[in-house]
């Protein structure tokens, strides 16, 4: 575990690129950070000889901090709740692309990982990587059985950079929670655990291949979706196999139009892929972006990259229904409910207070095309209210809303005029009236009680009556113990005026990362 003059000095160097960038400006003004923040993002400011006007560049600077910033910068471009909404904004401009490893070092790896010679897997492979990001690169090749695949390969040393960076930001996260008020109620030591279980599952091959060999057994008999086979023999922790996709990537919108697809028809056909994903299935993949989805000659979606997929239990799917089918039809009451029986909002507040609140936010929306909509301001208005309810930040809920920014943006590109409630609303009803209409309902009781009655139903209920259940957050994972700095103090530890600093600057990089636009 690294000391806190280790931790102090990574933040430092970070601090100053991300000032160097601008990219700590809005921190200092931002009334809802901490004062010992604010002071630092403008001793950082100094330091850096830069001023507070020209271009926030936050991008930029996640990008020349390097992989782990990178990835970290991609998950805050959804929580502008944290980042504000002009970092959020700039972040999803944030692409995932490096300068490649040479092909030696990637022989190295593929060889020494199945301890066989590379011609022994494949026939042929091209040295010239067809993509290279932050924590791997994907080459195309030929098995020696003669299949056309792509070979993801990680890059050498990545999972030992991401372990230390990530140590720190658990470090600095502490410190900034422990400063309390709106840095405790955001809960960045939980969005930090929630950043590096998701990237510890990036950094494990065999678990991506999981995900896909999973999200296709859930996509089957979907029309028009593809989900590419995983080759398990030329498959392990640090290279993964899968079958190559021939298509024209969907941002490319004239080339499809040319090519002769109904891009208006791709478009619905990609929420709804994604409503069947997260709703019906559980199981999304939430890294849709527009570099991993192609089209097919044939006109078939077919999704690539599944290093990052989100999780729902049945429960939350039912409220996420119930809430999205509430705000297409405006039953706003009927959302609020949903938002207390899941205490995502606590109960001494008002539930028709916070439906008012909703209708104020949901009424301008509804029945108008995406082009009509500012995202930005649905989205400030989403998250004051967040903060008036005293909501705090359901981090098992961040990946899905990441990704319903990710298919409306692609979903608008295709078709500027969809309406993402009026396409949506049909399936959403359908799972409804499925799932918890009065067939459904009495299926539920049915196997409910047979449960409770093996499970010697008199003993049970009473403690689920003492012991009433918590609502839809899942219990959050453990997290690390850190030692904060005054607490050293306390212990008679020396050199806390050294660490003092670092609280500032643990703060000032963690919240310009967590409050300026990273942690998700």
Same mark, same amino acid.
């Given at each position: 575990m690294a000391r806190p003059s280790t931790h102090i000095w990574r933040l430092f160097t970070w601090g100053i690129t991300l000032a160097r960038h601008r990219a700590l400006v809005? =921190?200092? *003004?931002?009334?809802?950070?901490?004062?010992?923040?604010?002071?630092?993002?403008?001793?950082?400011?100094?330091? &850096? @000889?830069?001023?507070?006007?020209?271009?926030?560049?936050?991008?930029?600077?996640?990008?020349?901090?390097?992989?782990?910033?990178?990835? +970290?910068? $991609? /998950?805050?471009a959804t929580?502008?709740?944290?980042?504000?909404?002009?970092?959020? %904004?700039?972040?999803?401009? +944030?692409?995932?692309?490096?300068?490649?490893?040479?092909?030696?070092?990637?022989?190295?790896?593929?060889? !020494?990982?199945?301890?066989?010679?590379?011609?022994?897997?494949?026939?042929? @492979?091209?040295?010239?990587?067809?993509? !290279?990001?932050?924590i791997a690169q994907v080459h195309r090749a030929v098995t020696?059985?003669?299949?056309?695949? &792509?070979?993801?390969?990680?890059?050498?040393?990545? *999972?030992?950079?991401?372990?230390r960076d990530i140590e720190t930001y658990e470090w600095a996260a502490a410190h900034v929670e422990a400063m309390g008020g709106e840095a405790k109620r955001l809960r960045p030591r939980l969005t930090i655990?929630?950043?590096?279980?998701? /990237?510890?599952?990036?950094?494990?091959? #065999? *678990?991506?291949? !999981?995900?896909?060999?999973? +999200?296709?057994?859930?996509?089957?008999?979907? &029309?028009?979706?593809?989900?590419?086979? =995983?080759?398990?023999?030329? /498959?392990?922790g640090r290279v993964m196999t899968i079958d190559w996709i021939d298509g024209i990537k969907i941002s490319k919108v004239d080339e499809l139009k040319a090519a002769g697809h109904d891009t208006a028809e791709i478009a619905n056909r990609l929420v709804l892929a994604f409503l069947k $994903?997260?709703?019906?299935?559980?199981?999304?993949?939430?890294?849709?972006?527009?570099?991993?989805?192609?089209?097919?000659?044939?006109?078939?979606?077919? !999704?690539?990259? @599944?290093?990052i997929m989100g999780r729902i239990d049945r429960r939350a799917r039912m409220w996420l229904a119930e809430i999205l089918y509430g705000l297409t039809?405006?039953?706003? *009451? #009927?959302?609020?409910?949903?938002h207390f029986e899941a205490k995502y909002v606590p109960s001494y507040h008002n539930v028709d207070e916070f439906a008012t609140a909703l209708r104020a936010v949901g009424e301008p929306m509804r029945g108008k095309p995406v082009s009509e909509l500012s995202v930005g301001q649905m989205l400030d208005g989403l998250f004051a209210i967040t903060r008036d309810f005293d909501m705090q930040t359901q981090p098992h809920l961040l990946l899905l809303q990441k990704t319903m920014v990710m298919v409306?943006?692609?979903?608008? $590109?295709?078709?500027?005029?969809?309406?993402?409630?009026?396409?949506?609303?049909?399936?959403?009803?359908?799972?409804? %009236?499925?799932?918890?209409?009065?067939?459904?309902?009495?299926?539920? #009781?049915?196997? $409910?009680?047979?449960?409770?009655?093996?499970?010697?139903?008199?003993? =049970? %209920?009473?403690?689920?009556?003492?012991?009433? &259940?918590?609502?839809g957050a899942p219990e959050p994972p453990p997290l690390p113990d850190i030692e904060l700095m005054w607490e050293n103090r306390r212990s008679g530890g020396r050199g806390w005026l050294g660490y003092a600093m670092a609280a500032g600057l643990g703060g000032l990089a963690v919240w310009a990362a967590i409050a300026q636009g990273l942690i998700g």
């Open positions: 809005g =921190i200092e *003004r931002d009334p809802n950070a901490p004062p010992p923040v604010r002071r630092m993002a403008k001793l950082a400011r100094w330091v &850096a @000889f830069t001023g507070t006007t020209g271009e926030r560049d936050y991008a930029g600077a996640f990008r020349d901090i390097g992989p782990a910033a990178i990835k +970290l910068g $991609q /998950t805050l929580r502008p709740d944290l980042v504000g909404e002009e970092p959020a %904004r700039n972040l999803l401009t +944030l692409q995932d692309d490096l300068p490649p490893v040479g092909f030696d070092k990637i022989r190295q790896v593929i060889e !020494a990982s199945f301890e066989q010679p590379l011609e022994t897997l494949y026939s042929e @492979f091209d040295p010239n990587p067809v993509g !290279a990001a932050s020696t059985d003669g299949r056309d695949v &792509a070979v993801k390969v990680l890059r050498p040393g990545i *999972r030992e950079k991401f372990a655990a929630n950043f590096k279980r998701w /990237t510890l599952r990036e950094l494990d091959l #065999r *678990r991506e291949a !999981a995900s896909a060999s999973e +999200l296709a057994e859930t996509m089957v008999g979907t &029309a028009g979706y593809e989900i590419p086979g =995983i080759d398990w023999d030329r /498959t392990n $994903q997260a709703i019906a299935g559980g199981f999304f993949h939430a890294d849709m972006h527009q570099g991993n989805l192609f089209v097919k000659p044939d006109g078939t979606i077919a !999704a690539i990259d @599944f290093g039809t405006g039953n706003y *009451r #009927r959302v609020a409910e949903i409306e943006g692609i979903a608008t $590109q295709l078709n500027p005029k969809i309406n993402m409630w009026d396409v949506s609303a049909p399936y959403v009803r359908s799972w409804i %009236r499925d799932e918890l209409g009065p067939e459904a309902a009495i299926a539920d #009781r049915i196997r $409910q009680d047979t449960e409770t009655l093996l499970r010697l139903p008199d003993l =049970i %209920r009473r403690i689920e009556e003492r012991y009433p &259940a918590k609502g």
